[in-house]
């Protein structure tokens, strides 16, 4: 434990990551092994990072967790919630429409990640009264983060 504390007090303190903290292997996962694997539109990319970023990471968050909060609507990506609720629901509409003329419009936002403007999103994050050190950690983590 003390070695931990060693590694993330001083990364803390002047709000500097080590720069292989920002370093990861891609590794391409098939999304359907149904389908095509040969089609490049059937793989998705997954970073693996090193061991000591990812303990980093865990020990920042359970530090950090109550800053951290979301919509009340959002269903994906939230502990011991799924998207089971919304999509009833939107299968309940279906159905009651079922005999009418329904337009429905989506979005997708798998990409949305790779576009993400790095200032507006550390303003919101400010709002959330994180201490500076963990925000100046997160900035210095984007700007040196590499594949």
């Known amino acids: 434990m003390i070695y931990l504390r060693n590694l993330i007090n001083p990364i803390l303190k002047y709000s500097c990551a080590p720069a292989r903290f ?8 098939v999304k359907y092994h149904t389908e095509d694997v040969c089609s490049i539109d059937n793989y998705r990319g997954t970073t693996v990072s090193s061991v000591f970023s990812k303990t980093f990471e865990c020990c920042l968050l359970s530090k950090c967790e ?3 909060y979301s919509n009340k609507l959002q269903f994906g990506f939230k502990k011991q919630r799924n998207c089971g609720p919304p999509i009833h629901i939107f299968q309940q509409v279906v159905n009651y429409f079922r005999n009418s003329q329904v337009y429905i419009s989506a979005v997708d936002a798998s990409k949305a990640v790779d576009r993400v403007h790095h200032k507006p999103l550390f303003d919101k994050v400010g709002m959330r009264t994180l201490p500076d050190c963990v925000i100046g950690v997160f900035k210095n983590c984007i700007v040196n983060c590499v594949p």
Do not use: A, E, R, S
Request: hydrophobic fraction near 45%; charge should be positive.
């Open 22 to 29: 920002g370093k990861g292997i891609i590794v391409p996962l």
């Open 66 to 68: 109550h800053y951290l």
